[in-house]
C-alpha cells in the first residue's frame, strides 16, 4: 500500500510510478482528484512522465465535469458564499474555463 500523507515520495524511488499509479491508488483505496494531481509539488516528476499524460487527461475530463456542475449550482445561486473565492481561484489555477 502507498502512503500518500507520510511525507515520503513514492515517485522519487520508482521509474515505472507512472505505469502503475492507477492500480497504486486502488489498493490504497485513494483516487486523488484532477487539482491534487496538477498542484501537489510531490507529483511533478509523475506529471512529466509521458506515460502518466492520457491518465491526467482523463482525470482532467472527470474534473471540469464536477466544476460544469459546481459552476451551475454557482449560477442558480445555490453556492454558500465561502466557496465563490475558492472556486473562481482553484479553477484560475488549474486554467480551466467553463
Known amino acids: 500500500m502507498v502512503d500518500f500523507c ?3 515520495n513514492p515517485i522519487k524511488h520508482s521509474i515505472n510510478y507512472a505505469q502503475s499509479f492507477e492500480t497504486l491508488c486502488i489498493e490504497a ?5 484532477y ?3 496538477v498542484l501537489d ?11 502518466f499524460k492520457p491518465i491526467l487527461e482523463k482525470f482532467r475530463e472527470d474534473f471540469v465535469d ?8 454557482r ?3 445555490e ?3 465561502y466557496f465563490e473565492a475558492p472556486f473562481a481561484d482553484l479553477l484560475k489555477k ?3 474555463k467553463l
Not at 464536477?66 to 449550482?73: A, E, H, S, T
Open 41 to 51: 509539488p510531490r507529483l511533478e516528476p509523475l506529471r512529466r512522465d509521458e506515460r
Open 66 to 73: 464536477i466544476m460544469r456542475v459546481l459552476d451551475q449550482v
Open 94 to 96: 488549474l486554467q480551466i
Open 29 to 33: 483505496n485513494f483516487l486523488p482528484f
Open 75 to 77: 449560477s442558480r445561486g
Open 35 to 37: 487539482d491534487t494531481l
Open 79 to 81: 453556492l454558500p458564499s
Open 6 to 8: 507520510s511525507g515520503k
